[in-house]
């Protein structure tokens, strides 16, 4: 626990002026972002006494070890940059919005010749124009189904569509009706790209201009006597009409908006955001996250506003917000906003008729969420906090090993030895965090001393960070003074690169190790942590047999009971350890049995191969070329050409292919011919 004081910046040395601002810890992590009007003002508050403090900012400034920031011109800036920095580094003490779940859109892919309407989940994809989202698929599949009558856009995948294509005969779906079928030329690319641009005005909510042209198309129809036409025009606007019933009308003004409420307690917040286009709900989503900071209702809100519009531009952003309460200030808001959308937003609290009305529901539904989650959440983190307790218990730990590394070994009867490690930081998988290994010292199976070599590897980066960044004093052995107030020395920079921004690999020790295996396994860890001169690391193993932990120089093994919520953690990071392994190993297998003699060529990508081949139409073509008739491939230069003709001329000719229906040799050409073909079919 670091003292505030020891990196207090000194008087005067904060500007007042506006400014985003970044608390570090002792491994110069980033651990706290924020924005202020005025930094001096700001950062002042943060260093007064410590029995004034809310406990969370009590927490956070004596987790920390440095502070510095960066001076902008406005507040729209600090806004802007506050955002890009918690995006990029992740602070744990800032409050951090994620979906509970991942909500369905309905998208059309207009960056496509031929667009589709499909379902898509995940982050958004430039050039696709999305709807919602949807609490669920089946309600898209649903609407979907129903404007195909009228908009009958493509919906098959890439690998349907070409094979269409290829035999000259739609999909069911062409043969009722339901597509126009552009895979056989039935309308031509600007047709369908038209059929696309109605339905995405239709889902934007401008349906009234629609549904009266085509009124009036069935009216001309029946008085030209063209029934059949008449009726497939009426049963068209019926589909259309239920289609629209499927989202009731909430605002009759035909409204724009988003509207966000907050359900919160002392300690997490829920957030509920329904988005209304034409004066329908067109989407809903909710977020719940923990109050790691001191944080109001404004802020939350404000919070919401960034992890909502950080990445929407034009028509992602809707004309009026609606919110529980206003970020303070707001000004900055509203122009970020306005700059995101290319026009102005209204951000406002509704204050009475039908906006207000609907505003309540929201917030009910943000209350229903909060308690929901609290019933299925609570346990977990009562279970999480107390399996790391029993850990460090049944460890006799001096305290609780809130950052777990695991190491597991994964081979092919000894062949492509690999080793994996994955991290759990407070009970919880971080992903990011985890490191894969080739076994390099020896050939062979040998898993005792492939987990002395991955251990001594990962810790031997760890102390060469520590010595590189000036943390490691080689003649004492201690940690170097970090420069606080703002400036930091050139040498440090800590287990964050300075030239990219990002987290440096081994850069952050654990408090407990644990490998997959037995007692062999545990001493092997523990002489390559005594070799490097690292003493406070505990380490452990589990062995799957019997689910023993074993501990160094220690005759007789730790058996937890099979209830113990320590016993099921270690086994879900053991579990995990072994997935990552194994799934690392088995790539590098198949990747093996696909290399070829190009494979060996080293700066010879997967692009310039391709050229290679397509070039010259085979191996057997490629290797009887000359240096000056491969330097004739675009991309390849003579040194490139050079390597290729020797690396070829040293690869044995491979045996001739032969068919094993009829006993024919396959000649070179056609069995390259065939491996190209196997190749890009598995890509």
């Known amino acids: 626990m670091a003292d505030p004081s020891s990196y207090r910046p000194k008087p005067g040395q904060i500007p007042d002026s506006p400014g985003v601002y970044k608390f570090r810890d002792e491994h110069r992590r980033v651990i706290y972002v924020g924005k202020a009007k005025s930094?001096?003002?700001?950062?002042?508050?943060?260093?007064?006494?410590?029995?004034?403090?809310?406990?969370?900012t009590r927490t956070m400034v004596t987790t920390a070890a440095s502070v510095e920031w960066t001076v902008v011109s406005t507040e729209v800036e600090a806004l802007q940059l506050e955002y890009s920095w918690i995006k990029e580094f992740d602070p744990r003490f800032n409050v951090k919005y994620r979906d509970d779940k991942s909500y369905p859109s309905l998208a059309v892919t207009l960056n496509e010749e031929f667009p589709r309407v499909q379902v898509m989940r995940g982050p958004k994809k430039k050039g696709v124009r999305y709807f919602g989202p949807y609490a669920h698929a089946w309600a898209i599949r649903e609407t979907v189904d129903l404007m195909l009558r009228v908009f009958p856009v493509r919906t098959c995948s890439a690998g349907v569509f070409k094979r269409s294509a290829q035999i000259g005969r739609p999909c069911l779906l062409g043969y009722i009706g339901k597509c126009s079928a552009p895979c056989v030329g039935r309308v031509t690319p600007e047709e369908h790209r038209e059929l696309a641009d109605e339905f995405c005005d239709f889902m934007a909510g401008?349906?009234?201009?629609y549904l009266r042209r085509l009124e009036q198309r069935m009216k001309d129809a029946s008085d030209e006597l063209e029934f059949e036409r008449a009726a497939r025009l009426r049963d068209d606007i019926e589909a259309l009409r239920r289609a629209m019933e499927k989202n009731a009308v909430v605002l009759t003004d035909a409204t724009d908006a988003d509207l966000i409420a907050v359900a919160e307690d002392e300690l997490e917040a829920a957030v509920q955001i329904f988005h209304v286009r034409g004066g329908r709900v067109r989407g809903q989503?909710?977020?719940?996250?923990?109050?790691?900071?001191?944080?109001?209702?404004?802020?939350?809100?404000?919070h919401a506003l960034q992890q909502l519009y950080g990445e929407e531009s034009g028509e992602g952003v809707p004309r009026?917000?609606?919110?529980?309460?206003?970020?303070h200030p707001v000004e900055p808001v509203a122009q970020w906003l306005a700059s995101r959308r290319g026009s102005n937003v209204s951000l406002r609290i509704p204050q009475r008729g039908d906006k207000k009305d609907l505003m309540a529901t929201v917030q009910r539904n943000a209350q229903q969420a909060l308690a929901l989650h609290k019933t299925k959440r609570a346990s977990d983190l009562t279970t999480r906090s107390r399996a790391l307790e029993e850990i460090a218990e049944a460890l006799d730990l001096d305290s609780v090993p809130l950052r777990v590394e695991c190491f597991d070994i994964s081979h092919l009867q000894g062949d492509d030895v690999v080793a994996s490690m994955v991290v759990f930081e407070d009970?919880?998988?971080?992903?990011?965090?985890?490191?894969?290994?080739?076994?390099?010292?020896?050939a062979g199976q040998d898993d005792v001393r492939s987990m002395h070599e991955?251990?001594?590897?990962?810790?031997?980066?760890?102390?060469?960070?520590?010595?590189?960044?000036?943390?490691?004093?080689?003649e004492t052995g201690g940690q170097a003074d970090v420069v606080a107030g703002g400036e930091v020395d050139a040498v440090a920079g800590g287990p964050v690169d300075p030239e990219t921004g990002r987290p440096r690999r081994f850069a952050y020790p654990p408090q407990l190790v644990v490998v997959d295996g037995g007692r062999p396994q545990v001493a092997a860890a523990k002489r390559a942590l005594?070799?490097?001169?690292?003493?406070?690391?505990?380490?452990?193993?589990?062995?799957?047999?019997?689910?023993?932990?074993?501990?160094?120089?220690?005759?007789?093994?730790?058996?937890?009971?099979?209830?113990?919520?320590?016993l099921y953690l270690l086994q879900r990071i053991r579990d995990e350890a072994h997935r990552f392994a194994i799934t690392y190993q088995r790539s590098k297998r198949s990747k093996a049995m696909r290399a070829g003699p190009l494979d060996t060529v080293p700066g010879l990508g997967e692009t310039r191969r391709q050229a290679l081949l397509k070039h010259f139409g085979s191996l057997k073509r490629l290797r009887a070329a000359t240096i000056d008739q491969i330097c004739e491939v675009p991309g390849i230069g003579r040194k490139t050409a050079e390597t290729v003709a020797v690396a070829l001329a040293q690869a044995a000719p491979a045996a001739p292919a032969v068919?094993?229906?009829?006993?024919?040799?396959?000649?070179?050409?056609?069995?390259?011919?065939?491996?190209?073909?196997?190749?890009?079919?598995?890509?």
């Open 39 to 56: 930094l001096r003002q700001r950062l002042s508050s943060y260093f007064q006494d410590l029995a004034g403090l809310h406990p969370r």
């Open 206 to 209: 401008r349906t009234g201009a």
């Open 285 to 302: 989503r909710g977020w719940v996250t923990d109050k790691v900071e001191a944080v109001d209702t404004a802020g939350l809100v404000e």
């Open 320 to 327: 009026e917000v609606l919110v529980p309460a206003l970020p």
């Open 427 to 442: 009970g919880l998988a971080r992903k990011s965090e985890y490191r894969r290994f080739q076994i390099k010292s020896f």
């Open 454 to 474: 991955v251990v001594s590897r990962r810790f031997r980066r760890y102390l060469q960070e520590k010595q590189r960044t000036g943390e490691w004093d080689e």
């Open 530 to 566: 005594d070799e490097l001169g690292i003493d406070d690391v505990a380490v452990c193993g589990l062995a799957k047999r019997l689910e023993e932990v074993w501990l160094p120089d220690e005759e007789d093994p730790v058996v937890l009971p099979r209830t113990s919520e320590g």
């Open 659 to 683: 068919n094993t229906a009829t006993g024919e040799i396959i000649d070179d050409e056609a069995a390259a011919a065939a491996s190209s073909s196997e190749r890009g079919q598995d890509r």
